[in-house]
RNA sequence: GCGCCUCUAGCUCAAUGGCAGAGCAGUGGACUCUUAAUCCAUUGGUUCUGGGUUCGAAUCCCAGGGGGCGCACCA
């Protein structure tokens, strides 16, 4: 628990437009500041009548769409004798004289309280009458259809098991700006139905990937956030330290290395879904902190994780939308069709209309990305400009999820070169709408062969060259002990997510995404 | 980091150099079958902030802040 004074209201509220207001002054009139004093007398008066307005528990007999599950079919008009209690959010209410009807919703959905001074007798009527919109309520009553056929819990007793002292949004355009949907990230769960739906799906995607590995036998792991040299991938790391230990660690880029540590410990197949942090620029695609999910399959290579790739989002498809044809940039596209595969340099010499190969003398490739406006650096080898002629001549055309197979050796210093083409590896990056969802190789374990390919990447750095690797001695002595042959896999989470909840920014997939602090004004 | 766009009531949006408005929410009232309920009345503003131009600025200009998009970097 925080040290925070239990009363510290504008801390609570983090509403820099409140904290200087005078709550009692507020009593009259409207705004935000009135709205907020007008609830929170109410919760004094409630108090005062010995009623407490934040009760400590509820107990439910149904989810609303048990209700519904149940009584959904009743004809209009239809009374029971089914005694229910439901709990949940007060959305909308139509107060008619003598009748006030409600809608209450749950996680699971929503149904009307049908509110009759009759029924629940004069004062509890008029506590009706003072609850607000956003009010969390449980409901004892019977079930009912009016005589429209709307299914409703007739109320016989309501209790108020939260007081909501802030407004909600809009009740019918709910919250647009982007900024305060993603800063009130509970606000636009409130009011956005999109918004729910889209975090179900990343649950369902999740949960599916899961349940797709341990069908396969993948034992589900978790290693260190915190690293003392941050390998696995190219990317610059967030440094943090350890008091204790006087040590500056960096937050992981990758997975891979601890996992691969665990096949040469024998676990044969494991993965780990977890948070990773790179440092650098936020975008559409892009949040410092992101979600990976990595496995490792001993005794494979590169066409079995690529196996695995379009089976975990095949299932993760049917499991979360129930289909798997999904639509992209107003394409119909059926996941569940064979994926294309092609390497690299095939379609970057298509695209291009020239032949290009990390073979070729570097000149000739840095003519080529001057001719195509590639911006190019004088350390970058001819993998590399490969790779960037790839980018930016064929990337964007890969809508339909496609493999793109045989990345530069020079680009991928943990894969295992091309068993027919040394200045290629055996590695595929799976690119669906423009975009990499995922990254696997046949993993390198000649401990020599990856002791110079770390050189490599150390002299890199050490050139001024931020996002490269170092040398991972302790990573090499695993490899010294023996890993036996390897597919590995990378996976980006948020982006199966985007792409099955078919948003077009991380930051819709992402419950509190990366941004600047808020202001006082 | 650079370029473009954007910021008005709690929320959703008008007002394009001439009195800051509407709908919802709120408040008061009517209504026992509503369902974005309806009807009558009504409160509510640091127009993101600070400068400037102008008789007059939400509006034009400058600087700053938040956000979005694009580029760059990356997954």
Redesign the pocket.
């Given at each position: 628990m925080s040290d925070t004074p239990p009363n510290d209201d504008a801390a609570a509220s983090g509403d820099h437009?409140g904290d200087h207001s005078d709550i009692d002054g507020g009593l009259?009139?409207?705004?935000?500041e009135?709205?907020r004093a007008?609830r929170t007398a109410r919760l004094a008066e409630l108090r005062d009548n010995g009623v407490e307005p934040y009760p400590y528990r509820f107990d439910r007999t149904h989810t609303l769409a048990e209700i519904r599950d149940e009584w959904g079919e009743l004809e209009a008009g239809a009374e029971t004798e089914a005694k229910v209690a439901v709990a949940g959010r007060m959305m909308?209410?139509?107060?008619?004289?003598?009748?006030v009807?409600g809608?209450l919703r749950d996680r699971s959905g929503e149904i009307?309280l049908?509110i009759?001074?009759?029924v629940v007798g004069d004062e509890a009527f008029a506590d009706v009458k003072e609850l607000?919109?956003g009010d969390w309520l449980g409901v004892h009553g019977t079930v009912m259809t009016?005589?429209?056929?709307?299914l409703?819990v007739k109320a016989d007793r309501i209790e108020l098991l939260a007081k909501a002292v802030r407004?909600?949004?809009?009740?019918?355009?709910?919250?647009?700006?982007?900024?305060?949907r993603?800063r009130q990230r509970y606000a636009d769960l409130i009011v956005n139905a999109d918004a729910r739906r889209a975090f179900e799906i990343r649950h369902a995607t999740v949960a599916s990937f899961r349940r797709t590995l341990t069908d396969q036998g993948f034992i589900e792991v978790e290693t260190p956030v915190l690293h003392v040299e941050a390998g696995g991938?190219?990317?610059r790391p967030f440094t943090t330290h350890h008091n204790t230990l006087d040590l500056d660690l960096h937050l992981r880029i990758a997975l891979e290395l601890h996992l691969k540590r665990l096949i040469v410990g024998g676990m044969e197949r494991v993965f780990e879904i977890g948070r990773i942090f790179?440092n650098?620029?936020i975008?559409?695609?892009?949040?410092?902190e992101?979600t990976m999910m990595e496995l490792y399959q001993a005794f494979g290579d590169m066409t079995d994780v690529m196996a695995i790739t379009e089976e975990l989002i095949v299932n993760a498809a049917r499991d979360a939308l129930g289909t798997t044809v999904i639509e992209i940039q107003g394409l119909q596209v059926d996941l569940a069709d064979p994926w294309p595969r092609a390497r690299m340099v095939d379609l970057a010499s298509e695209a291009l209309g020239v032949e290009v190969h990390p073979s070729q003398p570097v000149e000739q490739l840095r003519a080529l990305a001057e001719q195509h406006g590639v911006?190019w650096e004088q350390r970058w080898g001819g993998g590399k400009l490969v790779e960037e002629l790839f980018e930016a001549s064929a990337e964007r055309s890969l809508v339909r999820p496609t493999f793109v197979t045989g990345h530069p050796t020079e680009i991928s210093p943990l894969a295992r070169v091309d068993r027919t083409d040394p200045w290629l590896t055996e590695r595929f990056e799976l690119f669906v709408d423009g975009?990499?969802?995922a990254?696997g190789y046949s993993e390198l374990n000649d401990p020599a062969e990856q002791r110079a390919r770390f050189e490599d990447e150390q002299a890199a750095k050490d050139a001024g060259d931020a996002?490269r690797g170092s040398v991972d001695e302790d990573y090499l002595r695993a490899l010294e002990y023996g890993m036996p042959p390897t597919g590995g896999l990378g996976i980006?989470m948020?982006?199966v997510a985007m792409l099955l909840a078919g948003v077009d920014?991380?930051?819709e997939v992402i419950l509190f995404p990366t941004?600047?602090p808020e202001?006082e004004?």
């Open positions: 437009i009259t009139g409207s705004g935000l009135a709205e007008r909308l209410r139509r107060d008619s004289g003598k009748l009807f809608s009307q049908f009759s001074r009759a607000d919109l009016t005589r429209k056929g709307e409703s407004p909600m949004p809009d009740k019918w355009h709910g919250l647009t700006d982007t900024d305060t993603f991938a190219l990317a790179r650098e620029g975008s559409t695609r892009h949040n410092p992101f911006r975009r990499e969802l990254n996002e980006g948020d982006r920014t991380i930051k941004l600047r202001v004004s």
